[in-house]
């Protein structure tokens, strides 16, 4: 029996689809493993990547606010949520990142800092839930070219982001081993 990277329920080796989620199953990874590396990236879940707490704002937030604090936090992506300001996460509408400001508003900041954060977002992420396989964050963030990623929790509101630097600490510990 093998296991769902969606939802970790154990499948028949040849599904199409997971009987229990609906997630398809075509391209999950069913080659021997050949090191330690591989094994961890089909044994081990996101939840052990230790996601960081997601910094929200409310997609009414003028653009450079938002800076200002991804800035001051040192952080490359925040999630936009309606009532994101309380501290709470709410329903999330968007998520804007460094390759964001770079792409939509370039050098333009100075016409554009009054703008809301919301003219500028990716909307509707890609999440993943903490019970994933490490393997299936980092195919999900290659295959949408994706630099973070929002981890949702089991009632699917966002409990923190993982990054590519949190995927390359990952390895570089394995590697090591």
């Known amino acids: 029996m093998n296991t769902c990277p969606y939802c970790a329920a154990e499948y028949?080796?040849?599904e199409d689809v997971c009987e229990e989620c609906?997630?398809?199953l075509t391209d999950v990874f069913s080659a021997p493993l050949?090191?330690?590396?591989e094994e961890g990236l089909i044994r081990d879940r996101v939840h052990s990547l230790n996601p960081k707490s997601p910094l929200a704002v409310d997609p009414t937030t003028p653009i450079r606010d938002v800076?200002?604090?991804m800035v001051e936090k040192g952080i490359g992506c925040v999630i936009v949520a309606e009532g994101g300001q309380t501290g709470q996460v709410g329903k999330v509408v968007g998520i804007f990142s460094e390759r964001d400001a770079l792409r939509r508003i370039g050098t333009r900041i100075s016409e554009l800092s009054s703008r809301p954060v919301s003219d500028f977002m990716t909307r509707g992420p890609q999440t993943l839930d903490g019970s994933a396989k490490i393997a299936f964050a980092v195919q999900r963030m290659d295959l949408?070219?994706?630099r973070h990623l929002p981890i949702v929790g089991e009632s699917g509101q966002v409990v923190g982001i993982i990054s590519v630097r949190d995927i390359l600490r990952y390895l570089t510990e394995k590697m090591a081993v």
């Open 144 to 146: 949408g070219g994706y």
């Open 67 to 69: 800076l200002k604090k």
């Open 22 to 24: 609906g997630q398809p």
């Open 34 to 37: 050949r090191s330690q590396v």
């Open 12 to 14: 028949i080796p040849g």
